[in-house]
């Protein structure tokens, strides 16, 4: 009977194992690192409030006075927009046309120089977030039909993005109507090709690394991202390729895992730690979310944007300051890190990055398995946690 009950409970964990096969398998596959990471992850930066002069030198001076055991100060990527609308043009069209205002204008002066001088120290990152925060077309149709919308294209000062409705944010569908409409491929290929023309313009060189505007694209805009040389880009874990009826991003087509390609042959990163300091995120959130990262062999990308900044800036710098200073009491091995050069890491399986050893990837393997849907409810109830917990815990 006893041998019975123990080869009906293994044919039960062998079942479950099976059933899991694809999840498992891919988090076995996803690299492990070597070291702690913690990137700071920021978009919206570039063409809108003047007042980002002002914030930029702020930050950079914060992250050049924190550095890790090889001495790299501490990163913050810039997801750069590249365009606003010219307000007072579109006003004197009678908002029958869109005109731009480029982040080359020479009312963005301080700002680029600000971005610049960052860039320069080696604690700003740029990264390729969109010509604008938003589908052109797609915005002067609601205009016509919603007066805020209306307002917020004709405004006489730089406009910021943060002011639209949400779904009117995302650059990569038509989200006048809801569900959202999709794009013809010509017309992001020929949307991509210009914002990496203006992109080299400005800092001279091509975009490498992309982050779509809301998180919201699909695998045409991969494809033309391929072609204007962008090889990293960065998701929240999963593609959303439209706006629900709801107007929240949805239709869903993949999940996604660091290291992993693209279709186009781009490797994915993952960025889903949150900290937005003005949002009332306190230090304390940006290290659980490096230590769960750790445990789970990962880079921790933690997401916020420029808005925490500009409107509660003192606060947001301190809380922004304690975190990573806190972060490297808390891992003094932390390591500071692009994420093109993570990505080439992982890429290329550098030795000095990516860990090989047995023991150490079954321990962050196990650490990823809770977050599979229903898995870790089913190895609750099957008994099967005992010896996974066992496996992590020895390893």
């Known amino acids: 009977m006893l041998v019975f009950a123990v080869a009906t409970i293994l044919l039960l964990w062998a079942t479950i194992l099976l059933s899991f096969f694809a999840p498992l398998a891919a988090r076995w596959r ?3 690192l070597r070291h702690p990471v913690l990137v700071i992850e920021s978009d919206d930066w570039g063409a809108g409030p003047l007042a980002q002069a002002e914030a930029l030198p702020r930050l950079s001076a914060v992250l050049q006075g924190i550095r890790d055991r090889s001495g790299r100060s501490a990163v913050m990527t810039l997801g750069v927009i590249l365009e606003v609308p010219d307000g007072p043009r579109i006003a004197a069209s009678g908002c029958s046309e869109y005109h731009a205002l480029p982040l080359t204008d020479a009312r963005f002066d301080d700002v680029r120089a600000a971005m610049q001088s960052g860039i320069a120290a080696g604690v700003f990152v740029p990264q390729l977030h969109g010509q ?11 205009a016509q039909r919603d007066s805020a919308v209306r307002d917020w294209l004709t405004a006489p000062t730089p406009a910021t993005t943060e002011g639209l409705p949400s779904p009117l944010q995302s650059r990569w569908v038509d989200a006048s109507v809801l569900p959202s409409r999709t794009l013809p491929a010509d017309a992001i290929r020929q949307a991509v090709a210009a914002e990496a023309q203006t992109y080299q313009t400005l800092f001279g060189s091509a975009p490498q690394v992309a982050v779509a ?9 991969e494809a033309a991202w391929a072609q204007v040389g962008i090889e990293t880009v960065i998701t ?12 929240q991003p949805g239709c869903v087509d993949a999940t996604l895992l660091a290291g992993e390609r693209s279709l186009a042959g781009q490797t994915y990163l993952v960025r889903d730690v949150y900290f937005e300091p003005a949002l009332g995120h306190v230090p304390q959130r940006l290290l659980n979310g490096l230590s769960t990262r750790t445990r789970q062999g990962r880079a ?14 003192d606060a947001s710098l301190a809380t922004l300051e304690t975190g990573l200073r806190d972060a490297l009491a808390s891992r003094p091995d932390l390591r500071f890190v692009t994420p093109l050069e993570l990505a080439h890491a ?6 000095d990055w990516i860990e090989t050893r047995l023991k150490l990837r079954l321990s962050a393997w196990r650490a990823r398995l809770d977050e599979i849907p229903r898995f870790r409810r089913i ?6 946690a005992l010896p996974l917990a066992l496996l ?3 390893a």
Do not use: I, K
Not at 346 to 351: F, I, S
């Open 300 to 313: 921790c990308l933690a997401e916020t944007h420029r808005f925490n900044f500009l409107q509660a800036a």
């Open 30 to 32: 996803e690299p492990v």
């Open 132 to 142: 604008c925060h938003y589908w052109p077309p797609a915005l002067m149709c609601a």
């Open 236 to 247: 929240p874990g999963r593609r959303a390729t439209c706006r629900t009826a709801a107007g």
């Open 392 to 394: 992590g815990a020895r």
């Open 213 to 221: 505007t809301t998180f919201v694209w699909n695998d045409a805009v």
């Open 346 to 351: 992982m890429r290329q399986g550098d030795p």
């Open 379 to 384: 190895a609750q109830l099957s008994g099967l």
